[in-house]
T-cell receptor
Framework: NAGVTQTPKFQVLKTGQSMTLQCAQD?????MSWYRQDPGMGLRLIHY???????DQGEVPNGYNVSRSTTEDFPLRLLSAAPSQTSVYFC??????????????FGPGTRLTVL | AQTVTQSQPEMSVQEAETVTLSCTYD???????LFWYKQPPSRQMILVIR??????QNATENRFSVNFQKAAKSFSLKISDSQLGDTAMYFC????????????FGQGTRLTINP
């Protein structure tokens, strides 16, 4: 298993440009999520999905769109990048099974800089 | 909404010493999980230890142990016989049992182990 993969690892954008951060997992996990990590603020949840066709907003969703057409993929779209979106982005996935604990697996992260 | 607070932005100790990282959280829930994650310079998120709120016994993983005080909503991490490889950012995190099971992170503590 490759686990959770993210592309690209690094990206520089100009203000107003759009791009998609890719996330894929090969563990057949229902739950996938996107976080951003900023200094002094930890990881904050942007969007999450509990299965194909189902997405919901997290703590900081503004400026980001997601979709979940397959179990494996959960892309994060920035429609018009802003300097405030400069951050490190993590994708994560896990199984979901009610109250049973399932470990969350993280991708390696994407460092995004918006000029 | 749940919140997690880590009040120590940075800590530094000598190799082989014991160090304790603090974490407090706020929730009205009774059943939940608490975690400590390690993020070395590679940026990878690594699960260090997990505690179920319904368990009174503190979790232990080799040199890592926690002091879980449910009534005080406190969850500290103790690292014994610290090693240079323990140098990393450490994040405390909370997850509800049931529902969307979203992970909520603290701000992080940067730990440096000095030779």
């Amino acid at each position: 298993n490759a686990g959770v993969t993210q592309t690209p690892k690094f990206q520089v954008l100009k203000t107003g440009q759009s791009m998609t951060l890719q996330c894929a997992q090969d563990m057949n996990h229902e739950y996938m999520s996107w976080y951003r990590q900023d200094p002094g603020m930890g990881l904050r949840l942007i969007h999450y999905s509990v299965g194909a066709g189902i997405t919901d907003q997290g703590e900081v969703p503004n400026g980001y769109n997601v979709s979940r057409s397959t179990t494996e993929d959960f892309p994060l779209r920035l429609l018009s990048a802003a300097p405030s979106q400069t951050s490190v982005y993590f994708c994560a996935s896990r199984m979901t099974s009610g109250s049973v604990y399932n470990e969350q697996f993280f991708g390696p992260g994407t460092r995004l800089t918006v000029l | 909404a749940q919140t997690v607070t880590q009040s120590q932005p940075e800590m530094s100790v000598q190799e082989a010493e014991t160090v304790t990282l603090s974490c407090t959280y706020d929730t009205s829930e009774n059943n939940y999980y608490l975690f400590w994650y390690k993020q070395p310079p590679s940026r990878q998120m690594i699960l260090v230890i997990r505690q179920e709120a319904y368990k009174q016994q503190n979790a232990t993983e080799n040199r890592f142990s926690v002091n879980f005080q449910k009534a005080a909503k406190s969850f500290s991490l103790k690292i014994s016989d610290s090693q240079l490889g323990d140098t990393a950012m450490y994040f405390c995190a909370f997850m509800n049992i049931g529902g969307a099971q979203k992970l909520v992170f603290g701000q992080g503590t940067r730990l440096t182990i000095n030779p």
